[in-house]
């Protein structure tokens, strides 16, 4: 996949285009992601995932209508999270709660009052969330992700290399083989958030890859 074809695929600026060839390209031949039809399926979602290959840290940023995504924040506290009348960002104290809240006593993390939540937050390309996702992705990829999660949003190839690892290890290749995207989704969210727009970003990856 030459820079042409990667930038049309991804549909990115240049100067993304140019940051985020190397990284991918190094992670999809790790996990062998080696194929037109894997790459198209495995770019789609993870372009979708980290908001045009922006976003390397989960933002919690929302409304408060927004939050009802998260079943573990009580509705009666979701105008108290959520982004205020005037504010154009919520707090990061306010982010953090909900990211404990949402996240807290699952897959690892420790109860909301640990702080896992927002520790183990999604990071890198794909959003590795939760510390036993970490810890596996740490093992897989030779690094200690535990004590250091932040290392999945600061180093671009650790942040592509992630995303493969997971994609590999779920399954993916295997149903990109057999073109079966909403496989590939559920793999990624198993709640299919997002599948209008993955699917939209899908069919351009497949009209540069694929034709």
């Not at 999945?152 to 290749?173: E, M, V």
Request: aromatic share 10%; net charge neutral; hydrophobic share 40%.
């Amino acid at each position: 996949m030459d820079m042409e074809t990667f930038q049309r695929a991804a549909n990115l600026s240049p100067a993304l285009a140019e940051r985020w060839l190397s990284p991918i390209t190094a992670a999809a031949r790790e996990f062998d992601i080696d194929t037109p039809a894997r790459l198209a399926a495995w770019l789609a979602q993870m372009g979708h995932e980290s908001g045009g290959f922006k976003l390397l840290s989960e933002s919690f940023n929302y409304a408060p209508e927004a939050l009802r995504i998260f079943s573990r924040i009580p509705a009666n506290m979701r105008a108290q999270l959520g982004r205020h009348s005037g504010e154009k960002v919520v707090p990061l104290a306010r982010q953090e709660e909900i990211a404990n809240l949402a996240y807290g006593g699952r897959y690892g993390n420790g109860d909301a009052a640990s702080g896992d939540g927002w520790r183990y937050r999604g990071r890198g390309l794909k959003q590795v969330t939760f510390k036993d996702n970490y810890r596996d992705a740490g093992r897989a990829l030779g690094v200690d992700l535990v004590i250091d999660p932040d290392q999945l949003a600061s180093d671009d190839l650790l942040a592509a290399r992630s995303a493969g690892w997971y994609w590999k290890s779920r399954g993916c290749n295997e149903a990109a083989d057999r073109r079966d995207f909403d496989a590939c989704t559920r793999a990624i969210n198993p709640a299919m958030d997002g599948k209008p727009a993955r699917d939209a970003r899908y069919k351009t990856c497949c009209n540069a890859l694929l034709a």
